[in-house]
């Protein structure tokens, strides 16, 4: 990586107070020759340019480091090829990170990319969030950047969470919550707070929510009719 990115990254880091050493820039950096190179052989992302993808990936997926809990368990609900999941394992190596993804092979990248990486705060799990009942209540934080709309998100990330527990969306901004608020009385959450962030002009909502009680009885329902009539 270019000298003035890798420079770009440890300031914004920085002024956000997240420390991060040698080690876990080397990590990061890593993360994204791997991505790239994976890139050529299968879609991971359609940023190939190294100060976008600091910005844009590394960055962005850092931003809610701050929001989480010492020792953490966090759920990655749609990981991807690991955003947020794996750059927040290297930032806190105090928490444990689930990145789950339905498309396997993007799982198994994340995997190999991990352990070569060195990161061993953060494992895999392939399959569908509304299908994973052996992980319901499980989780302290539960993430998803760029996977559904918020009113589907809530209904998959609930039941994966601890009651107290807390949901991050990724959105660039606030304008769903209104359409949200059946899902949010039904599933018995709350909205909690807002952090909105301009990282270097791209705009970042982080939407904080809280699970109140258990998951009531009938939810998460199949991803068709989660789709078909969301809450
Ligand atoms: N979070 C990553 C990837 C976003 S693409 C990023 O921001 O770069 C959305 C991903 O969500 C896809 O990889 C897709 O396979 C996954 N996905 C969509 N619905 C899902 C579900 N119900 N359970 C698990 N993964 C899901």
Not at 37 to 55: C, G, H, K, M, P
Not at 79 to 90: E, H, T
Not at 123 to 144: I, M, N
Request: proline share 4%; glycine share 6%.
């Amino acid at each position: 990586m270019e000298k003035q990115n890798l420079q770009l990254l440890r300031d914004a880091l920085a002024a956000w107070d997240i420390p991060a050493s040698d080690a876990q820039l080397n990590a990061l950096v890593g993360f994204y020759e791997l991505v790239t190179d994976a890139n050529s052989r299968f879609n991971l992302t359609a940023i190939s340019d190294e100060r976008d993808f600091v910005i844009k990936h590394i960055l962005d997926s850092a931003s809610a480091a701050p929001l989480i809990g010492q020792g953490a368990r966090l759920i990655d609900i749609g990981a991807g090829a690991g955003f947020p999941g794996l750059p927040l394992a290297v930032l806190r190596e105090d928490i444990s990170v689930t990145a789950l993804d339905s498309t396997a092979k993007k799982m198994s990248f994340l995997s190999a990319s991990a352990s070569a990486l060195g990161v061993k705060n953060l494992t895999t799990v392939a399959g569908r969030a509304e299908e994973q009942s052996s992980l319901f209540c499980k989780f302290d934080v539960a993430t998803a950047r760029a996977v559904a709309s918020l009113n589907i998100l809530l209904e998959l990330a609930s039941p994966l969470l601890k009651t107290d527990g807390k949901f991050i969306a990724y959105k660039s901004d606030a304008s769903e919550l209104p359409l949200a608020q059946n899902a949010l009385a039904t599933l018995k959450m709350r909205h909690v707070s807002t952090t909105s962030l301009d990282i270097f002009g791209n705009s970042r909502a982080l939407l904080t929510f809280e699970k109140l009680a258990p998951t009531p009885h009938g939810y998460p329902r199949r991803y068709g009719s989660i789709k078909k009539s969301p809450l």
